[in-house]
């Protein structure tokens, strides 16, 4: 199975916007195509005695489904999110406070995990929360024939039932910025050693482009003196 | 996590500030704030901003046996979500009264004007029928959920479209948007709710209050109305008493709003009519700033893969070997059977032709 030299492999159109809502520390907005989620943090702030641990902050992910109540899907999500967060965020700097992130989910077209890492991690630089590293959500999709899709939409996620356009298996990776690293890995169906190995060269690869885009919006955003 | 509790040199200026009839923000008595609506990529999805409050209201539809008292209606469900994204005070799951009032505010205004025509709801009469959902997301609270909710409830069941569907006999087809065009809901009007905050034991009035003004209020009067200025739903809350005067001119201003606003309404559904017509995108997406300095857009990036083959078997080649599947058997292993009969193990022989002697 080899992948192609430039064919699908592409990522689709995002943007971000930061500091959109008043009463958050933090807030962004993250939009991949037509997905599209928006975060807001809250923190650090004061912890319930039963939560707090004495030597570090405690983080809480919530993610909000756009219909209906939350479920066992978004729990695992956020346990995803919360790892790859603790992971990278300074926690012992604040210890016994909170950190809260939630996730709402605007539109679900396809790599809807990879967008919540990604506004979370925008969300998280508008906090101003410290930080070891930047990390950012790339999903691959391996199709029937064996290629690699990266940034699937919701028809090339669907599971394979005999129709075209669908996956075999399905892959979010969170990479961290200092050495391209995969922090965090969640994965639905079945593949190879070489095709997992294939996935997350592709991903550091996209993961370039997506830090680049963190670069140049924070460049944006402070380009004017005040 | 708790909120930062209000101080009393702000609470003072507030009231201060009121009684010599000026606000925060510079607004008059009667002024609203600055109302925003956009849709979301898929039908029946609205985001209504009212100043700085943002709230989100997603429609969308089910077909589920009625009720048994009401078998040739379908049925409306509301929910009011208070995000912990809105406020610091929110709690998730929690029901707070606050959540229990709005939802029951939203209900009322709602449901019990019949608004919506319930029975082109019914598909089969006593068997299927289509039950429609509105959630309502908080987003930020800056004051007055109320009004913003209602907006954005109404707007999104206007902007709402149901499949299609075809009924033979007994059975019941469900058709795609691709195959048959979806049917908008038969909305006989829109109820809009209006709030007003009493200051003062009742003294002075503001309509729309932001969050700081909704903390030193006595009390609050919400009207529900439509532009044929007839009332839907009434509720005064915080135990102050209005005069009858004060009242009906409350109900002056709110028709005077309600109107406003419904015109607001019917400019925005037209608008995104005439957008998704041009074939356009649509969507939060498209409706995201661009000239803000806090907003960027990039464009779809192809990417480079040339040497991700070789990385792989690179890794792959230098990885070591992975532990057997079936780890071997031990050959001095005891082999255990499954056998019913109990094998008599004889531990020590005796050596025949011994004779125990006492």
Known sequence: ?226 | MKDTPLSNCERDFLLRAIEEKKRLDGRQTYDYRRIKITFGTDYGCCFVDLGKTRVMAQVSCELVAPKENRPNEGIMFFNIELSPMASPAFEQGRQSELSVKLNRQLERCLRNSKCIDTESLCVVSGKTVWQIRVDIHMLNNDGNLMDASSIAAITALCHFRRPDVGIQGEEVTVYSPEERDPIPLSIYHMPISVSFSFFQQGTYLLVDPCEREERVMDGLLMIAMNKHREICSIQSSGGIMLLKEQVMRCSKIASVKVSEITELISKALLNDKAARKAGGRCGFAESMPQERITALKTEETPMEMKDVTERANDIIQKAEAPPPAYPKLNDDRENISDSEEEEVVILHPEIPGKVCTL
């Open chain 1, 1 to 226: 199975m080899e992948v192609c030299g430039s064919s699908n492999v592409s990522l689709r159109e995002f943007g971000c916007e930061q500091s959109l809502l008043s009463r958050p520390d933090g807030s962004s907005s993250f939009v991949q195509g037509d997905t599209s989620v928006m975060a807001g943090v809250y923190g650090p702030a004061e912890v319930k005695v039963s939560k707090e641990i004495y030597d570090r902050a405690i983080l809480e992910v919530l993610i909000q489904p756009k219909v209906g109540l939350p479920s066992v899907r978004e729990r695992s999500q956020e346990q995803c999110v919360r790892e790859t967060c603790e992971a990278s965020l300074l926690l012992s700097l604040h210890p016994r406070s909170s950190l809260t992130l939630i996730l709402q989910v605007l539109h679900d077209d396809g790599s809807l995990l990879s967008c919540c890492l990604n506004a979370a991690c925008m969300a998280l630089m508008d906090a101003g929360l410290p930080m070891s590293c930047l990390f950012c959500g790339v999903t691959c999709a391996i199709t029937a024939e064996g290629e690699i899709i990266t940034d699937p939409t919701a028809a090339q996620e669907k599971p394979l039932t005999g129709m075209r356009d669908e996956s075999r298996a399905l892959m979010t990776f969170a990479i961290d910025s200092a050495e391209r690293r995969v922090m965090m890995s969640s994965t639905k169906g079945s593949f190879s050693v070489h095709e997992l190995q294939q996935c997350i060269a592709v991903s550091q690869k996209a993961s370039e482009k997506i830090f680049q885009f963190y670069r140049d919006s924070v460049k944006r955003r402070y380009s004017k003196t005040h």
